[in-house]
């Protein structure tokens, strides 16, 4: 993040606390390298035997729609809880106290409104994708080209927080601290990732992000109480401790240590908030998840298991933040990680003890849950991008509604090797920024292109071909166009994805509060400017669908 700088690196001791912590952990390397090896085995070996049962398109895109509404809210879960809420925010947490804790608060109320705005009328309306719903009423060939654009940009944008996530978790346990050892580490979980997609499809995917999810729960109680019992489960002693640690004191605790030194960053602030909250209902791995449950009724109940799973794990992220800031120097992790991303398996490592055994087995098994969570995500978006080139892009503007389901399913498996290998490019360039940070760039987009689109789609009966399209790709370029011009790209010389350079000229890391806007602004120019006359018939029928799930698949 851009004020990594504002840290007092002056009160803290040890410099060389962190070198010690990745040599304790790369001391029990064989220890670290069986958990991780364990959990990658298990993983494989239900993505092989859920791939024997995935037989047809409908398997691979929704599993069959065999899941329960409580297998798809723990799936959710897994899905959303990424390496950005593990990583990123225990580390933002770390670093900014109460200003990092905002990044949980934006992510769970967002749930609220893919609740009562999305789930149910999107399962209902849709098949497999963002982009039958779009082309339900209007032009199937630019919608769908520009829905399945959207879908692979915003799932990229994704990726590379995962990437990032894992570059800097393995390199932390192993002891690399080459470049190239850290890209390599990319390249391996890109591997995986395609291997799980490839070859499970979304049963695969599905059992995987559920085993995930219970492991990171799990893990996450764990941590919360050991920190808890290290302060005899005195909250107010903690949160002293973690200000008083951090070189900042009482201003820790309180608003504007990140996002209130200057007027840019309040506004920063707004546009991150805004990004959160809205770009849940938008991102495309979240949506095609409501299409594996039987009815409209479980993908609700589903919506209901994940807030109530998500919404404890965040509480639990008070506890591993301000317990990384009580235990941990600032120093020994940004020493670490600039970014902050090496915070939670650092305080799994103090918690045990920094010269024990315990510590090396609390940070492996930590870590290897870590890992984990990566793994299940990034198999979740590569599905949802290579789902939306095959059946959008393929299937219906290349094949032109002429492809066979082998075909299909075919082409999903090749594009999921090209975004995988798209994906490690992208993410060995940001492996040094923080990972809630490059989430919520992914929730800005989301919120920008796809959200407008799904909303007028859904709820207004004059939205036309013409507003769809100039509402995805005014919404995308803008935010995309943005970024790239943003200190997240160049100008910051610790966390920036291009060091040495500077050509940013906006100011804000999230866009959001500008792109957003533009998305539904032109969303409605381009309709009213349209000369289309919208199809009020079919409007009805996707009403009736969306509303009682009459007719929906």
Known sequence: ????????????????????????????????????????????????????????????????RQFTGFQNGLAVSGDYMSAASFLGIAGAIALFGYDGFLYSIGFLVAWLVALLLVAEPLRNSGRYTMGDVLAYRMRQRPVRTAAGTSTIVVSIFYLLAQMAGAGVLVSLLLGITSDGGKIGIVALVGVLMIVYVTIGGMKGTTWVQMVKAVLLIAGALLLTFLVLLKFDF????????????????????????????????????????????????????????????????????????????????????????????????????????????????????????????????????????????????????????????????????????????????????????????????????????????LVALAFAVAASANLPTILYSLFWKRFTTQGALWSIYGGLFTAVFLVLFSPVVSG??????????????????????????????????????????????????????????????
Request: hydrophobic share 50%; proline share 4%.
């Open 492 to 553: 910051n010389a610790k966390t920036s994805m291009f060091k040495g350079v500077d050509f940013h000229w906006f100011p804000l890391e999230n866009p959001g509060i500008i792109s957003i806007p533009v998305g539904f602004l032109l969303g409605w120019l381009g309709t009213v400017l349209s000369k289309e006359e919208p199809d009020t018939k079919k409007y009805a029928e996707l009403e009736v669908r969306s509303l009682t799930g009459t007719g929906a698949h």
């Open 234 to 437: 005195n909250i107010s002693d903690l949160l002293g401790t973690a200000a008083e640690n951090s070189g900042k004191g009482a201003p820790f605790l309180e608003p504007g240590l990140k996002y209130g030194l200057t007027t840019t960053s309040k506004i920063d602030f707004i546009s991150l908030g805004i990004a959160l909250v809205l770009g849940t209902a938008g991102l495309p791995h979240i949506l095609i998840r409501f299409y594996t449950v039987p009815t409209a009724k479980a993908a609700r109940k589903s919506v209901n298991w994940a807030i109530g799973i998500i919404g404890a794990f965040y509480l639990m992220t008070i506890a591993l933040g301000f317990g990384a800031a009580a235990l941990i120097t600032p120093k020994e992790i940004t020493d670490s990680n600039p970014a902050g991303n090496t915070a939670a398996p650092l305080l799994a490592l103090h918690l045990g003890g920094v010269d024990s055994n315990w510590g090396a087995i609390l940070l492996a098994t930590i870590s290897a849950v870590a890992f984990a969570t990566i793994l299940a995500v990034v198999a979740g978006l590569t599905l949802a991008s290579s789902s939306s080139f095959a059946h959008d892009i393929y299937a219906n503007v290349i094949k032109k509604g002429q492809a066979s389901e082998k075909e299909e399913v075919k082409a999903a498996r090749w594009a999921t090797v090209f975004i995988g290998v798209v994906s490690i490019a992208l993410g060995a360039l940001a492996r040094d920024l923080n990972v809630a940070g």
């Open 1 to 64: 993040m851009s004020t990594l700088s504002t840290l007092n690196a002056s009160a803290v001791p040890d410099a060389g606390a962190a070198v010690l912590a990745a040599g304790e952990a790369s001391e029990h390397r064989p220890l670290i390298i069986s958990l991780f090896a364990v959990f990658v085995v298990a993983t494989l070996v239900i993505t092989v035997w859920a791939g024997r049962q995935t037989k047809s398109a409908a398997d691979f895109y929704a599993g069959g």
